[in-house]
């Protein structure tokens, strides 16, 4: 009988009093609506469970260095194992942290750079090696002959006299000199000699004798493999004597006499075998750019800089110094530098009503540098320029405002001492196939992977290195196969999206190879094109088949379809949710949640919509867009429509849109502080009055923040309250209706109705306030009322009883009906953030995101308001086919109001619901950066090199081939 998870009276968040069976070793996906509690089912119980048990099966000791768990609310859970939790968002907040030390690919390049690594010489390009005593004696060996095996001996600070004593208390008794041998003691009397005549007269330049001595350590006549024991008994003594050096010279006889026909020299120091340069050896910690003892100097291994940025300072070049051309003295803090400024250019005859990008050079060199070039000192009478003014700041960074001045006016720049390597010079010296680690670390994933196979075949990495050369292909290639090949290994972990950081974790899961292990997943495919999302299945199976437990929060249908186990929860969200609407194989599911239009449906609908874009038609027009890896892209993006931008992974769909558009946008709107990626122009500015942005980020999720917090509902309300005549009979005003602030809240909980009690070895217990019975308030404040109902209790209302009780303040009702166009009607107003789902979450910053639509737009220069622009970065991140659809309907009301929205989305039911499509690819990084095809929905399913089009070829149900999809589009359409 196949073994399982028994989850009994599962009760926690919304869940209702649930039961169900999960096998083990078996790939589980666990679906539903928005808000239907799958998330606090596998994470929040099942999860952790799992990670509690596992805690208290450690060492009371132990415990006490790690978190306290507190046990979900279940009656019971059975046959659980260890669980880890690989969620949707990217804690990473480390700016040394990369893909590379995240999944220990980093730490195996080190090892593999230190093994095998070749040092080579900059200064006259020769390898830099160390002998062995192995080694030497095999070249000996190879060329037989008769040899005197010397050591380079060096006298130090003994006299010659003494070191030669030296050598014959030790038992060598012969020296080698001017080609020929000699006694040490014979040597010792004329250096005693020598000694003499120096201390009797004054010395002579250059007469200090030689202080090495070369000590005849043996003398060998080698035929062949007989003599390599002594060989290697000499060597060694000379290498101890020579303190790492020795010489084997080869002699000849001559009617007696002895010549040396040829000498080789060794050393067993790490020095470069052309010019003897002295270089460190090789280790692990050399390549790291977190160890001082391998890491930059001058940017301690971060590979950037800081540096004044002028752009910043003078944003506006247009400005003479009169009219506030220098920023950050517009402000009263700074505001006598400007004066001061005036008065020294009038005494120096500097024009102060000259523009900026008027003025000659010598007056930017004045203004920039001051009278005698860049100052750290300040003297009154002397203008020490603007960079003169931040050195100043520089010596008073123990201030935190100074702090905070220096840090908005500076900018990254790369490191110049290491080019941006992180490294010393000595660790970039070292090469495996002539290719630095800083190199390897600059390669893509699917690079180094091609890498990896191109060294692997060399025998030296072959012999010395194949277990770190196995487990590096291992890594690399997990990441290749969960769709990350286009990262780089230096990518920063910190500007990873959720979805990019749970597949790396996935593949260093993947990695470690663990067995008998649950492993909790936050919907994988976020941020994954469809084209991927097969591959990332089939690396789940790899996880199953190593005897592991996979549960996976998901929506995507190829992931739901292939599945071993399904379970969806439902019917709705919230409230309505919580309960088991199906659970069994995918192949007898019949989901709600997954009830998405059919392909002909969405065919008919693409059809209906579709609408030609021509040159005349009004558009922000990018060109030239060069950031990161756009390969020159020029695109147009039609006015008064839904645009999507789709591509695979790392294409440069966040580039071009993020980057490109919207910073330039704030750039040109005066915000300094955003860095605008490179283009060369954009057109259509004008056509639009305002710009507004919705990233991957979710609202902040804590104890004191609610809807009606988030959207400002609750100021609305407390002014309501406020204003009530119980409220001015008793002095309350709005302030005393805050739970964040003393005056109304409950002291005792500080506004949070819950107390925790510390349990020492136990886990935290989390009780409701004696003082206010979880109501958060002080009593006098529960007993004023707006009719009928106290603070309290209207937060208890959800948001479409709200909407019935506010009917008559339209500034609350215009905010309540953005959180019921989303579909959150069911949220209670006072519903802690902290216990939303990630598809409820999402769904609140959209609604604030729409909110921004009903204020007044700026105007243009005819008076009338232009409409805006809207950026949304996958808004469909954990959402249903259901929550999909209502969403695509609140974005069309956006269009037909006269927006245009800018989607990054992979979704293929949203993106064949747009009005225009660009598609970049055709790959991600160096593959990126290129237009593959523009146009309707339609257009890109016909378009053959699209990988996009051929994911809407198979939802659409056309045919495979691009040719024969169009015949099938002109029928469709009764061409």
Request: charged letters at 25%; proline letters at 4%; a positive charge.
């Amino acid at each position: 009988m196949d073994r399982s998870i028994s989850i009994r009276g599962a009760r926690t968040h919304n869940l209702a009093d649930i039961s169900l069976e999960i096998p083990h070793n078996r790939l589980t996906v666990v679906t539903g609506v928005s808000g239907s509690g799958k998330s606090s089912l596998v994470f929040d119980t099942v999860y952790a469970e799992g990670q509690r048990r596992y805690v208290q099966s450690l060492s009371t000791y132990a415990r006490l260095f790690l978190e306290r768990m507190e046990r979900p609310d279940v009656d019971s859970i059975s046959e659980i194992p260890p669980a880890l939790a690989i969620r949707q968002k990217n804690t990473i907040k480390n700016a040394r942290s990369t893909v590379g030390t995240v999944t220990e690919i980093s730490d195996y390049l080190r090892l593999l750079f230190a093994t095998v690594g070749h040092t080579i010489c900059p200064q006259c390009g020769g390898e830099v090696s160390r002998d062995t005593v192995e080694r030497a004696g095999a070249r000996i060996l190879d060329e037989p002959g008769l040899y005197v095996m010397l050591a380079p001996f060096q006298a130090g600070s003994r006299s010659m006299a003494d070191a030669a004593g030296y050598l014959i208390a030790n038992g060598y008794h012969r020296l080698y000199a001017n080609d020929a041998i000699t006694e040490t003691t014979e040597f010792a009397a004329r250096a005693i000699a020598a000694e003499a005549q120096i201390d009797g007269a004054a010395a002579e330049p250059n007469s200090t004798p030689n202080s090495t001595m070369m000590v005849v350590v043996d003398r060998i006549s080698v035929s062949g493999e007989g003599e390599s024991e002594r060989v290697r008994e000499a060597l060694e003594k000379a290498f101890y004597l020579g303190a790492g050096r020795a010489r084997a010279v080869r002699v000849e006889r001559d009617n007696g006499n002895t010549h040396s026909v040829g000498a080789i020299d060794f050393d067993r120091r790490f020095n470069c075998s052309r010019c003897a340069t002295a270089f460190a050896e090789p280790t692990t910690a050399l390549f790291s750019s977190n160890s001082p003892i391998g890491a930059c100097p001058e940017c301690e291994g971060f590979g950037r800089t800081v540096e004044l940025d002028l752009d910043k300072v003078i944003p506006n070049p247009k400005l003479s110094m009169r009219n506030g051309l220098v920023a950050p003295w517009r402000t009263p803090a700074y505001r006598e530098m400007n004066e001061r400024m005036l008065k020294l250019a009038r005494r120096r005859k500097i024009r102060t009503s000259a523009p900026f990008d008027e003025m000659t050079d010598e007056e930017r060199v004045w203004l920039l540098d001051g009278d005698e070039g860049p100052r750290a000192k300040w003297d009154e009478d002397k203008w020490p320029g603007v960079r003169g003014f931040f050195k100043w700041l520089e010596g008073r960074r123990y201030k935190t405002h100074v702090r905070i001045l220096l840090a908005k006016y500076r900018r990254f720049v790369i490191c110049p001492a290491c080019g941006g390597a992180k490294l010393k010079t000595e660790a970039l010296n070292v090469l495996v196939d002539g290719v630095s680690i800083a190199g390897v670390g600059r390669l893509s994933i699917r690079d180094l992977a091609a890498w990896l196979d191109k060294i692997g075949s060399i025998r030296e990495v072959a012999t010395r290195a194949a277990v770190v050369i196995r487990e590096l292909r291992n890594r690399v290639g997990y990441l290749v196969e969960v769709g990350l090949g286009y990262l780089t290994v230096e990518r920063q972990g910190r500007t990873l999206s959720g979805g990019e950081a749970q597949r790396i974790h996935l593949a260093s899961a993947l990695g470690s190879v663990l067995v008998g292990t649950l492993y909790a997943l936050d919907e994988p495919t976020v941020g994954l094109h469809a084209a991927d999302a097969r591959r990332l299945l089939a690396v789940l199976h790899s996880l199953r088949d190593f005897g592991n437990t996979v549960i996976v929060v998901e929506h995507d249908p190829a992931m739901i379809a292939g599945a071993d186990h399904v379970v969806e929860l439902g019917p709705g969200g919230g409230s309505e949710g919580g309960e088991i609407t199906y659970s069994g194989p995918p192949a007898k599911a019949n989901l709600d949640s997954m009830a998405s239009s059919p392909g002909r449906v969405l065919l008919m609908r693409a059809l209906a919509k579709r609408r030609k874009f021509s040159r005349r038609d009004p558009a922000i027009r990018i060109a030239g867009a060069r950031e990161h890896n756009l390969a020159g892209v020029d695109a147009a993006i039609p006015a008064g429509r839904m645009v999507c931008v789709t591509g695979v992974s790392g294409s440069g769909k966040s580039t071009l849109v993020e980057d490109v558009l919207y910073n330039n946008y704030l750039r040109r709107s005066g915000n300094t502080s955003v860095e605008p990626g490179e283009c060369d122009r954009i057109d259509g500015f004008e056509l639009i009055g305002d710009m507004v942005h919705m990233g991957q980020e979710l609202p902040t999720r804590s104890m004191r923040s609610n809807p009606a917090t988030y959207l400002k509902i609750y100021d609305e309300i407390r002014k309501l309250f406020a204003a009530s005549p119980e409220a001015r009979r008793l002095g309350v005003q709005a302030r005393n209706f805050s739970f964040n602030v003393t005056g109304g809240r409950c002291e005792k909980c500080r506004g949070t109705g819950t107390v925790t009690i510390e349990m020492h070895f136990m886990a935290d217990l989390e009780v409701k306030c004696e003082a206010c019975d979880g109501r958060r308030f002080q009593s006098h404040i529960l007993a004023i009322r707006l009719r009928d109902l106290n603070i309290t209790q209207v937060l208890d209302l959800t948001v479409e009883d709200a909407r019935a009780f506010f009917i008559r303040h339209p500034a609350i009702v215009k905010r309540l009906d953005a959180l019921i166009a989303v579909g959150l009607g069911y949220v209670r107003l006072g519903q802690t953030t902290s216990t939303l789902s990630g598809g409820e979450a999402q769904r609140l910053k959209l609604a604030r995101f729409l909110l921004a639509d009903l204020e007044p737009a700026p105007a243009g220069e005819h008076g009338r308001h232009l409409p805006r622009m809207f950026i949304l970065d996958e808004p469909t991140t954990g959402l249903s086919s259901t929550d999909i659809k209502r969403l695509i309907k609140v974005l069309n009301r956006l269009v037909t109001e006269g927006n245009t929205l800018v989607v990054i989305e992979h979704n293929l039911e949203f993106i064949a619901n747009a009005d225009y499509v660009i598609d970049l690819g055709p790959g991600g990084g160096d593959e990126g950066g290129r237009i593959v095809a523009a146009g309707s929905p339609l257009d890109i399913a016909a378009c053959e090199k699209s990988e996009t089009g051929r994911e809407l070829r198979r939802l659409f149900g056309l045919p495979e081939r691009g040719r024969q999809a169009r015949s099938a589009l002109r029928a469709a359409a009764g061409v």
